[in-house]
């Protein structure tokens, strides 16, 4: 497990050049506007750290090493976020791409989705991805986690009948299991889920259902409940350079 880091002291001037040396190409929305403006606040306060960031869909009009950021599907439809990222890899680019990920959002998922349906549409997705597309290196990102409402409030929530913020995080843990289960190991993860519920002394925030620990996004790094701060993108943001070091 990376060390949480809020900084990239942690990393050599040789890592940080392989970095901001390679193609990346990010689908994202919300919370990953959040992650960027964390890589933003990284390179300005770290000369060493000179990644270059650029948020397009035209990817010809783009040469060189870059970050490209882009808007992926629609917030609430995860499957439209696959097919998009899918429908993405296939315009022509103006450089030579080497790394592509993209994310869901937390929003993506809640007590009533069906997270077995839901993952094996994933996993077809980025099957057919790694098929069509061999040279590339694809990262896989957990899903984000939102914060829980005290035990008490909970449980009268759900004497009424009513979900909660628990009952969504629990259905993010199961998926972001899946995930780690299944591509631990053999491909790259960026752990967001991990890095949100684990403060900088180490410890995790998180709940107990039944004998399972929940894991939740811990409360310094959230101004809503759900989108990353600055402390939070930076957190983020640090853990995902870390991860593309080590490609």
């Known amino acids: 497990m990376v060390p949480t880091e809020i900084s990239l002291k942690l990393l050599s001037e040789e890592q940080l050049r392989k970095v ?3 193609t990346v190409l990010f689908g994202h929305r919300s919370v990953g506007d959040n992650i960027v403006q964390g890589l933003r606040d990284l390179a300005a306060s770290d000369s060493r750290f000179k990644l270059r960031i650029i948020h397009s869909t035209d990817f010809t009009s783009v040469s060189g090493p870059a970050l490209i950021e882009f808007y992926v599907g629609v917030n609430g439809h995860p499957e439209l976020k696959d097919e998009g990222f899918a429908a993405a890899l296939d315009r022509p680019v103006g450089t030579e791409v080497g790394v592509a990920m993209y994310k869901y ?4 998922i809640n007590a009533s989705t069906d997270v077995e349906q839901l993952f094996e549409h994933y ?3 980025v099957s057919a991805l790694k098929a069509k597309h061999r040279f590339l290196t694809f990262v896989h990102i957990t899903v984000p986690l939102t914060t829980a409402e005290p035990t008490v409030k909970a449980r009268i929530e759900s004497v009424l009948g009513r979900h909660t913020a628990r009952d ?3 259905k993010r843990n199961q998926f972001n299991d899946l995930l780690r289960q299944t591509y631990g190991g053999t491909d790259p993860i960026f752990d967001l889920a991990e890095v949100e519920s684990t403060h900088l002394d180490g410890s995790r ?3 107990m259902q039944g004998e399972e620990k929940i894991y939740t996004l811990a409360p310094e790094y959230t101004m809503d409940g759900g989108h990353l701060n600055q402390l939070g993108r930076r957190v983020a943001a640090a853990r995902l350079v870390y991860v593309l070091a080590k490609l």
Do not use: G, L, P, Q
């Open 105 to 108: 959002c937390f929003v993506d």
């Open 205 to 207: 925030s998180y709940f």
């Open 20 to 22: 901001a040396a390679e």
């Open 168 to 170: 969504d995080d629990a």
């Open 123 to 125: 996993r077809r997705t």
